[in-house]
């Protein structure tokens, strides 16, 4: 996990990353995109290294990561559950998915547990309405989830080992 690597060697692995494209504006999302799926985030100095190298100012890096919801400024978990909350789940009770994940888990959306292994959020829509609620682990889809399914799934990935249905 990133936040188990050394100081030095996130730097190595960000001006690695950073020096694989020309340092030209419009490679600025494709260097963010890079630097989070190396690190499950945008670290600050990935944030700075980028601003430097295509020759910005980091504001205008730090506007793009937060636009675009797809970024994330704090270190994701693990198992990054992503619960879709567009109109077919909503109805379908992706409410309740959110509340158990918070039972069990003690997240909620926008929050990683303290051991750095879960993490929750929302999205507007993972399209796969015919199959909700739905939830995404890791890319991985959970279709028509319900209340003692999520325990199921949150089991699967390590989670509540010694814990009982309840």
Do not use: W
Not at 10 to 33: D, F, S
Not at 51 to 60: C, D, K, W
Not at 111 to 124: I, K, P, R, Y
Not at 136 to 161: D, F, Q
Request: aromatic share 8%; charged share 20%.
């Amino acid at each position: 996990m990133a936040a188990d690597v050394k100081a030095g060697e996130t730097a190595e692995e960000l001006q690695r990353i950073v020096n694989h494209y020309p340092g030209e504006k419009r490679y600025i999302l494709a260097i963010m995109q890079d630097v989070q799926g190396e690190f499950k985030y945008l670290p600050k100095e990935g944030l700075e290294m980028i601003a430097a190298h295509v020759n910005v100012p980091l504001s205008r890096v730090y506007s793009m990561a937060t636009f675009y919801k797809a970024f994330s400024l704090v270190p994701k978990g693990r198992i990054n559950f992503k619960v879709c909350d567009g109109t077919a789940c909503h109805i379908k009770g992706s409410n309740v998915l959110i509340d158990q994940i918070y039972q069990h888990l003690g997240i909620k959306p926008g929050e990683t547990t303290a051991d750095g292994e879960f993490s929750l959020e929302t999205v507007n829509c993972i399209g796969a309405c015919a199959l909700a609620p739905a939830l995404v682990a890791n890319e991985r889809v959970h279709p028509k989830v319900t209340s003692a399914g999520i325990i199921e799934i949150i089991k699967s990935y390590g989670g509540l080992a010694d814990a009982t249905d309840n």
